[in-house]
Nanobody, 126 residues
Framework: QVRLVESGGGSVQSGGSLRLSCVASGYIGGTYCMGWLRQAPGKEREGVAAIDDDGHTSYADSVKGRFTISQDSAKNTLYLQMNSLEPEDTAMYYC????????????????????RGQGTQVTVSS
């Protein structure tokens, strides 16, 4: 069973940046791929970014060009660099894991069936 622990959330003004981190444990290398989800109050959970085992990435249209997903496999750590933050990015952000598939499918499967951590809150004020 994969255990995921997120960190790095906080409160920033519009235009600011944050970097989220997620440390995975109980991880069987090469079996799981990871990504980031978010959920704002009153809204459905949304896939934000995903990275597959070939290093290919996929992003939600709303964050393309502003967010970057990356990973350090040696540290079992996933990152999400978030730049040019907007109030609409305010949400609880979750790290999620799923058996590896192509990133374009992974970003959807993470939402529907991925295991996830407890989340880290991101609040962007205008």
């Amino acid at each position: 069973q994969v255990r995921l622990v997120e960190s790095g959330g906080g409160s920033v003004q519009s235009g600011g940046s944050l970097r989220l981190s997620c440390v995975a444990s109980g991880y069987i290398g090469g079996t799981y791929c990871m990504g980031w989800l978010r959920q704002a109050p009153g809204k459905e959970r949304e896939g934000v970014a995903a990275i597959d085992d070939d290093g290919h990435t996929s992003y939600a249209d709303s964050v393309k060009g502003r967010f970057t997903i990356s990973q350090d496999s040696a540290k079992n750590t996933l990152y999400l660099q978030m730049n040019s933050l907007e109030p609409e990015d305010t949400a609880m952000y979750y790290c999620a894991a799923h058996p590896c598939v192509d990133s374009t499918l992974l970003i959807r499967l993470l939402v529907s069936s991925g295991g996830r951590g407890q989340g880290t809150q991101v609040t962007v004020s205008s």
